[in-house]
């Protein structure tokens, strides 16, 4: 494997014909994707959040899709930063999880462009978070092709395997192992610098595709956010889990409600060397109330504006 330069915008080669596209600084919407060229044809892991970023990062594969067009593409998951530019490849079968194309359809692209175009306070939330994309023109490709647990590909006379994980971040998490450069795309799976986000949880499940991941013989790893790494940034991600499950479920059990112990951990944290220094750390909010619903099945999340507005308010230093 060949040395990994630094984490810049565009296409990075890894070495053994795998690549990984970089979208610094990694924060909402600014997500990775992966190409992984056989002989004659190449397999695409993800696209991006809208139609202009994903045209450039195409432009930018073009020498080596020239000979080897992308044949395969696959969504890790149904956040729209990894699947809201597939139309530009609809030449190609789209595989992803059920569970990920059934996810697909539940938030279309019209529905973050009216959110970010809302009058109000909710407008100027959601900009504060998308307010850098373009949602417009987005006819969003669903798979063509789906699976369930694992997939095993020929690309071009190569193997690769999707492995799904979910439910974890999404419904329907999705890790690209290609065996012969010992190299995986993580989809969100990986957070590196920035904190992870757990939609859906259990956090178990997240953690089990962490271990899953440092049991396997890979030393390039691709995450859906932040600079490639390798198992230490895998590991990372494993601590911060395992810390947010169990400060969680102490909270829970003195009586906290969710919403008092997300800013009581995220004060924590603040405080914490390992996870401090990670952005995005107001998603503690989303995090905790996952834990609070595999502790009680009947505890209920506020709808997706008010964890957005949560978020903001934990970042602006609520407490
Ligand atoms: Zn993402």
Redesign the pocket.
Known sequence: MTAIDGYELGLHELGDGCHAYLQPDGGWGW?NAGLVVGDGVSLLVDTLFDLHLTRRMLDSMASVTRTAPIGTLVNTHA?G??CYGNQLVDQAEIIATVATAHEMTEVPPAMLAALNGAPGEVGELFRAFFGAFDFADIDLKLPTRTFEKRLDLDIGGRAVELIEVGPAHTQGDTIVIVPDAKVAYTG?ILFIGGTPIVWAGPLSNWVAACDLMLGMDVDTVVP??GPITDKSGVAQVRDYLAFVESEATVRHDAGLDAWEAARDIAREIGEAPSFGAWGEFGRIAVNVETVYRSLDPGHTTPDVVEQFRRMARIEAGAS
């Open positions: 997500s956040n930063d990894h969100d859906g956010h």
